[in-house]
């Protein structure tokens, strides 16, 4: 493997981000290609390509948990060891990104190490109990202790008994002095993955907008000025888009006038680009 994967992140944990971040991202027919020839033969080169081409989504995963009090390289460490697991069950066929597929196992390697390490939770044992850790946050409504029919609820739903929950709930709110973070008040469920914010998500969110926002710039200097003008202040500005009213007042045209040249706008961007799209 590259020199990278052998590396101590905390000897010299910057450039180590800084070397991932020169890597190559792997376009989708050269992740494809690498993962068949893996698949098919086991060649080491094709694991080695897709792993150093995702060691950066690791990072961007890894910061999620910092809150824990453990160090970012740590948790980068373990996180690469998710990203290699995946690589070496992911299968070409399943027409899926790897990092869609690798995500849950670079998480699930990270818990498993914050569960091993941070205090409070030496006493999650069981896969109930772990679940409860890694949701409560997610449930709760304030930073309050929880309310009888909120624990009952909350136990419910995530299938673990009440005094489970009670007694997770104390452990946040630093019941055990013993186990708490040395700061006071400090609560580590502040800190855990929000609902919603799936790393993910996030990777490919940003992974289309770097694709698309070019092709997108490029498709709009193909309208023309006016065109251009009401179906970016309608459709692409992110602010309140301007009404229609106020736009066929400033081209001394009817607002069903405006619908219209943004419809044919529409259509026009979405020719132009779903070649991309398709991609």
Known sequence: MNSLLSRNPSQGFEAFVQA????????????RCAAEDLHATGNPEAARRLVLGHLRFVVHIARGYQGYGLPLEDLVQEGNLGLMKAVQRYQPGWNVRLISYAVHWIKAQIHEYILRNFRIVRQVTTKAQRKLFFNLR??????????????????????????????????????????????????????????????????????????????????????????????????????????????????????????????????????????????
């Open 20 to 31: 991932i971040q020169r890597e190559p991202r792997l376009s989708p027919e050269e992740e």
């Open 138 to 279: 997610k449930l709760r409504r304030d930073c309050e202790p929880l309310s009888s029919a909120d624990a009952q609820a909350m136990a419910t739903q995530l299938q673990v008994s009440l005094r489970e929950v009670r007694r997770a709930d104390a452990l946040f709110h630093g019941g055990d002095s013993s186990l708490s973070a040395p700061d006071e008040g400090y609560a580590p469920e502040r800190w855990l993955a929000q609902e919603g914010a799936d790393p993910a998500e996030q990777i490919e969110a940003e992974d289309w907008q770097q694709r698309m926002q070019p092709k997108l710039r490029h498709a709009l200097t193909e309208l023309d000025p006016r065109s251009r003008d009401i179906v970016s202040r309608r459709e692409l500005s992110t602010e309140k888009p301007v009404g229609l009213a106020e736009l066929g007042k400033q081209y001394g045209v009817s607002a069903e006038r405006v619908r219209q040249i943004e419809v044919k706008a529409r259509q026009r961007l979405r020719r132009s680009l779903e070649p991309a799209l398709a991609a």
